[in-house]
């Protein structure tokens, strides 16, 4: 008897006539297409956002559970790679045309720090050296520099140095010239304090280092001055 599942030129003009049934599909055969039609439904998957992978849960099966959860830890693991890259820890060099970029579109939750300097001012450089080691203790924060007429043109050098703060591209604070940070006696815990302030890092410190400074001196005053008694004492004298 024929097989009428043989490949051969006369069992498919019978097939073709409806004489003999279609050709039964073997099992090898399912069990490849089942891999596509699961393939099919990874693609899908890969496709998705963290997002969309949950509105789209309750759709999928009970058998697809375990592909969904495998990519959602995927989008997850993703998600944290692109905060890592958001990791600074340096002060970066920007001009003019960088600006927009660098702080207006700095991105959601970035607190960015701009130093509008010159080289040759003795401030400017000492407050650059005390942003590297900043930028070091807090890398979620945005670091920058600029030479303060390549961003902003004829900005007066009497406002040197100049800080600007910003979060999400809005200002929100910002120290203009010479006297704002005491001079050449500014350290980088001050600088620090300034900036945690503002809000732009999230210092350890527990209070403003200025204020010890400020309290030691008063109190070098206080023992230096003479008492009541010795002034009577001077008196009678």
């Avoid at 849960?57 to 959860?69: K, P, R, T, V």
């Avoid at 993703?78 to 970066?92: C, D, L, P, R, T």
């Avoid at 979060?167 to 604070?173: F, V």
């Amino acid at each position: 008897m024929q097989d009428p599942n043989e490949d051969t030129e006369w069992n498919d003009i019978l097939r073709k006539k409806g004489i003999l049934p279609p050709k039964e599909t073997p099992k090898e055969d399912e069990e490849e297409e089942q891999i596509i039609q699961q393939q099919s439904i990874v693609k899908t998957y890969e496709s998705m956002t963290l997002e969309e992978l949950d509105e789209n849960e309750d759709e999928f099966s009970e058998e697809d559970e375990a592909a969904i959860e495998m990519y959602r830890q995927k989008r997850l693991a993703e998600w944290k790679a692109n905060q890592v890259k958001n990791v600074f820890g340096e002060v970066n060099e920007i001009s003019g045309q960088d600006y927009i970029q660098e702080v207006n579109k700095a991105g959601e939750g970035i607190w960015v720090v701009l130093h509008l300097y010159k080289p040759g001012i003795p401030l400017c450089t000492l407050i650059n050296q005390h942003l590297s080691g900043l930028a070091r203790k807090f890398p979620q924060t945005k670091f920058l520099k600029s030479i303060s007429t390549t961003c902003i043109p004829n900005y007066p050098d009497r406002n040197l140095p100049t800080i600007f703060v910003y979060h999400e591209g809005e200002m929100k604070a910002q120290f203009i010239g010479p006297l704002v940070f005491g001079g050449m006696n500014l350290k980088c815990d001050e600088l620090e304090w300034r900036l945690a302030e503002s809000g732009a890092v999230k210092t350890d410190l527990e209070e403003n280092p200025k204020k010890q400074i400020q309290d030691q001196l008063l109190t070098s005053i206080r023992c230096s001055m003479p008492s009541r008694k010795d002034s009577d004492e001077s008196d009678e004298d």
